[in-house]
């Protein structure tokens, strides 16, 4: 009877601890999974960052040409174009 007893108090034992190992492995994968979202998040607001940096640089280099005078070889700016050139602007 005291065997069976301590037997129960072990098996209840190792069951808390079962219980705890597992609590405590499912929210140490939660934070490591939140962790890599977060990762990408940076990494995909860098990329877009960039993407939409280069995005206005390209519309500024189309809408507001370089003269001329400065590049010679260039195109620009359109002749008779209605666009102020980059030094114009700014």
């Excluded at 939660?30 to 977060?38: E, K, P, R, T, Y």
């Excluded at 010679?72 to 102020?84: A, E, G, L, R």
Aim: proline share 7%; hydrophobic share 50%; charged share 5%.
């Amino acid at each position: 009877m005291v065997i069976s007893h301590w037997l129960l108090v072990i098996s209840h034992w190792s069951l808390v601890i079962g219980h705890w190992s597992l609590v405590i492995s499912h929210w140490s994968l939660v934070i490591g999974h939140w962790s890599l979202v977060q990762r990408a998040n940076d990494q995909l607001c860098l990329h877009l960052t960039t993407c939409i940096t280069w995005d206005v640089l390209n519309l500024l280099i189309l809408y507001f040409p370089i003269p001329n005078s400065q590049f010679p070889n260039s195109q620009f700016p359109i002749p008779n174009s209605q666009f102020p050139t980059l030094y114009e602007v700014l």
